[in-house]
């Protein structure tokens, strides 16, 4: 019998496996960037999204079309929540983040494929990025919320890219005017958006958009007979329902004759009728009430009330609008009976429900104490057209929040990506070895913003990007690509600019996004 012969030792036989892993989950990454490269700048192409049940989204924004993609692939996921993480931080440059992310990663293949570790080409990325956010700085422009020029021209580059690019002459200065009536310039440095509300309104067109100062509901007033508007009105927000009670129990009235059915309906109507007479005497002419699920708000008899004592009654208000309700009208809602006292309504000059496209608002101006906020509605002729206004329209409202978190603007068109590409190259001159290798990697891939333009405007890319280059290296820092005119310019005074925050948060979030990637060596299947 042969002797038992110990099969040979197979640590290293997987050696190949990270390698793979890396160059799988690169691919994969790449093919996400390349899918929405298309879509960058004034001049970038839109996509039509379909969804399983047949809703159909036309849209350039980056965020918009990665979260409704559907994907397979872990890495290329990464991508999606790198977008999200731009959407959520800037607001805008939600495509660029991608874009840069992916020529990252092509970067660091090339460097991988030459035998450099991906700690190393991690690590330096990391110290690149750093570098570059100082440089950034250091080129901006510091500007002040009074400026009201430098907002406009952040906004209006903001919407040249969109499908609405056409209407940028309205909703550029709505978005700047929304912005700047919530807070205040002097203290604050940071916009809530959930105090600019946007309701959406099919008929008419984009340029019917408006920005109402005050209040704005989207339900109509309800009662046949009713007051349809209202000076010098007392508002009051009820949380309780005027119908009839409920037990808290499950269970049956049998009512066996009509006398003690008339019964029934006479203390009905005398509950109903004291409630009315309540709130009539609290001097509310106007009432808002709160959606119920469990019966009725308001019911038809409360409402023929209301009628004759010529109150104006808004009912199914939805839950999370009371926050807001209460914010602007500067009131409290009033959650019994008990406690509908004068104290707690509001005071305006005008409540009255006007008609808007296909159906009816209330609007509610000229309110005393009015709280910060704002009401903007936005008017579109179809489906499609109305939610792409309403979504440039938060774009362009997250770049005047950016501006106002950090006070800085920078020229767009590419001109700071070449300008990081041309100061990174100098300075990767001065540093030993491999680093420099992979700084200089960083540099390059740098390039791909204005490439993209270039290639998405029709230009020549390469003879384009070399005469930018060129400008640059003659110390023309904010000379971009003009893709309106085919030529290299001064970007500021064509007026395109953008917040340094959407650059350097772009660029951060892109690498650190890599790193991960790169970290990554194997994939393992959960259990669940």
């Given at each position: 019998?042969a002797?038992?012969?110990?099969?040979?030792m197979?640590?290293f036989?997987?050696?190949s496996k990270?390698?793979?892993?890396?160059s799988?989950?690169?691919?994969?990454?790449k093919a996400?960037?390349?899918?929405?490269?298309t879509?960058?700048?004034p001049?970038?192409?839109?996509k039509?999204?379909?969804?399983?049940?047949?809703?159909?989204?036309?849209?350039?924004?980056g965020?918009t079309i990665?979260?409704?993609?559907?994907l397979v692939?872990?890495?290329?996921k990464?991508?999606?929540e790198?977008?999200?993480?731009?959407?959520?931080?800037?607001?805008?440059?939600?495509?660029?983040v991608?874009v840069?992310?992916?020529?990252?990663?092509e970067?660091?293949?090339?460097?991988?494929e030459?035998?450099i570790?991906?700690?190393v080409?991690?690590?330096?990325?990391?110290k690149?990025?750093?570098k570059?956010v100082?440089?950034?700085?250091?080129m901006?422009?510091?500007?002040k919320?009074?400026?009201?020029h430098?907002?406009l021209?952040?906004a209006?580059?903001s919407?040249?890219?969109?499908?609405v690019?056409?209407?940028?002459?309205?909703?550029a200065?709505?978005?700047?005017?929304?912005?700047?009536?919530?807070?205040?310039p002097?203290?604050?440095?940071?916009?809530d958006?959930?105090?600019?509300?946007?309701?959406?309104?099919?008929?008419?067109?984009?340029?019917?958009?408006?920005?109402?100062?005050?209040l704005?509901?989207d339900?109509?007033?309800a009662?046949s007979?009713g007051?349809?508007?209202?000076?010098?009105?007392?508002?009051?927000?009820?949380?309780?329902?005027?119908s009839?009670?409920?037990?808290?129990?499950?269970?049956?009235?049998?009512?066996?004759?009509?006398?003690?059915?008339?019964?029934?309906?006479r203390?009905e109507r005398?509950?109903?009728?004291?409630?009315?007479?309540?709130?009539k005497?609290?001097?509310c002419?106007?009432?808002?009430v709160?959606?119920?699920?469990?019966?009725?708000?308001?019911?038809?008899l409360?409402?023929?009330?209301?009628?004759?004592?010529?109150?104006?009654?808004?009912?199914?208000i939805?839950?999370e609008?009371?926050?807001?309700?209460?914010k602007?009208?500067?009131?409290?809602?009033?959650?019994s009976l008990?406690h509908?006292?004068p104290?707690y309504?509001?005071?305006a000059?005008?409540?009255?429900?006007?008609?808007?496209g296909t159906?009816?608002?209330?609007?509610i101006t000229?309110?005393?104490?009015?709280?910060?906020?704002?009401?903007?509605?936005?008017?579109?002729?179809n489906?499609?057209?109305?939610e792409?206004a309403?979504?440039?329209l938060?774009?362009?409202?997250?770049?005047?929040?950016?501006?106002?978190?950090?006070?800085?603007?920078i020229?767009?068109g590419?001109?700071?990506e070449?300008?990081?590409?041309?100061?990174l190259?100098?300075y990767?001159?001065?540093?030993?070895g491999v680093?420099?290798?992979?700084?200089?990697?960083?540099?390059?891939s740098?390039?791909?913003?204005p490439?993209?333009?270039?290639e998405?405007?029709?230009?020549?890319?390469?003879?384009?990007?070399?005469?930018?280059?060129?400008?640059?290296a003659?110390?023309?820092?904010?000379?971009g690509?003009?893709v309106?005119?085919?030529?290299?310019?001064?970007?500021l005074?064509?007026g395109v600019?953008?917040?340094?925050?959407v650059t350097?948060s772009?660029?951060?979030?892109?690498?650190e996004?890599?790193?991960?990637i790169?970290?990554?060596?194997?994939i393992?299947n959960?259990?669940?």
């Amino acid at each position: 019998m042969a002797p038992n012969v110990q099969p040979k030792m197979k640590a290293f036989e997987t050696k190949s496996k990270p390698a793979e892993i890396r160059s799988s989950n690169i691919e994969a990454a790449k093919a996400v960037a390349d899918a929405i490269r298309t879509s960058l700048g004034p001049r970038g192409m839109d996509k039509m999204i379909q969804s399983g049940k047949g809703d159909v989204t036309i849209t350039n924004d980056g965020a918009t079309i990665l979260k409704q993609m559907k994907l397979v692939h872990p890495a290329a996921k990464m991508l999606v929540e790198l977008s999200k993480a731009q959407d959520v931080e800037a607001g805008d440059g939600t495509t660029s983040v991608v874009v840069l992310a992916g020529s990252f990663l092509e970067a660091a293949q090339k460097l991988l494929e030459k035998g450099i570790h991906p700690t190393v080409i991690s690590e330096s990325f990391q110290k690149a990025s750093a570098k570059a956010v100082e440089i950034l700085e250091a080129m901006a422009t510091p500007m002040k919320l009074e400026d009201r020029h430098s907002l406009l021209m952040s906004a209006t580059t903001s919407l040249g890219s969109k499908v609405v690019s056409q209407h940028s002459a309205l909703l550029a200065p709505l978005a700047v005017d929304a912005v700047l009536k919530v807070i205040d310039p002097l203290k604050d440095h940071d916009v809530d958006l959930r105090d600019i509300r946007v309701i959406h309104k099919l008929g008419g067109t984009v340029d019917d958009t408006e920005l109402v100062e005050g209040l704005v509901l989207d339900q109509r007033s309800a009662g046949s007979g009713g007051p349809s508007r209202m000076e010098k009105a007392k508002i009051g927000l009820i949380q309780f329902c005027i119908s009839p009670p409920k037990t808290d129990m499950d269970n049956q009235v049998v009512v066996s004759d009509y006398n003690a059915m008339d019964r029934v309906l006479r203390e009905e109507r005398a509950y109903i009728l004291n409630v009315a007479k309540q709130v009539k005497k609290a001097g509310c002419n106007v009432l808002l009430v709160q959606k119920s699920i469990l019966r009725d708000a308001v019911s038809e008899l409360a409402l023929h009330f209301f009628d004759k004592m010529k109150i104006m009654v808004v009912k199914d208000i939805e839950r999370e609008d009371i926050e807001f309700i209460t914010k602007t009208l500067n009131c409290r809602p009033i959650a019994s009976l008990d406690h509908f006292l004068p104290e707690y309504m509001a005071s305006a000059d005008l409540v009255e429900s006007v008609p808007t496209g296909t159906s009816k608002v209330v609007k509610i101006t000229g309110i005393q104490n009015v709280g910060k906020t704002v009401s903007v509605i936005v008017r579109g002729s179809n489906k499609l057209v109305l939610e792409e206004a309403a979504r440039s329209l938060h774009d362009a409202l997250c770049v005047i929040r950016c501006l106002v978190k950090k006070r800085f603007i920078i020229a767009g068109g590419g001109a700071p990506e070449t300008e990081l590409a041309y100061q990174l190259t100098q300075y990767a001159q001065g540093l030993p070895g491999v680093e420099a290798y992979c700084l200089r990697a960083f540099a390059e891939s740098l390039e791909v913003i204005p490439m993209t333009l270039a290639e998405n405007a029709g230009l020549n890319p390469i003879a384009t990007v070399t005469d930018l280059r060129n400008k640059h290296a003659c110390g023309f820092k904010s000379s971009g690509i003009n893709v309106r005119k085919g030529a290299i310019t001064n970007m500021l005074d064509e007026g395109v600019a953008q917040p340094l925050l959407v650059t350097t948060s772009a660029i951060t979030l892109a690498s650190e996004t890599v790193r991960s990637i790169l970290k990554i060596d194997d994939i393992v299947n959960a259990l669940y």
